[in-house]
């Protein structure tokens, strides 16, 4: 099965791509600045959803302690995703 997804990915995209991947290798970079989730401790999620792609949320910095929009894929800030070296996601 997994060979199916690694070639139907690489006839889509033409690159090859890292099946089995963990946070541990994704990079979020917004406005230049690069932030790996493994390294950031526990106060940045990355979401995905249907209405509002992707986009990196942090609480650090926020005394109210509630969730703040660092960027995303719709939002103004350059923004884009790296999973193990390999862009998936930018705007």
């Known amino acids: 099965m997994k060979k199916y997804f ?3 990915w690489r006839a889509l ?3 090859p791509f890292v099946i089995g991947a963990s946070y541990h290798d994704v990079t979020v970079v917004v406005n230049g600045k690069k932030m790996r989730l493994f390294d950031s401790g526990y106060n940045l999620i990355l979401t995905c959803t249907r209405s509002s792609g992707w986009e990196l949320w942090s609480m650090e910095g926020s005394p109210s302690k509630e969730w703040r929009l660092i960027g995303g894929e719709y939002d ?3 923004f884009h995703i790296e ?3 390999k862009i998936i996601c930018f705007n």
Request: charged share 35%; net charge positive; proline share 0%.
């Open 76 to 78: 103004n800030a350059k």
């Open 6 to 8: 690694k070639n139907l």
């Open 13 to 15: 995209i033409g690159k």
């Open 83 to 85: 999973v193990d070296g």
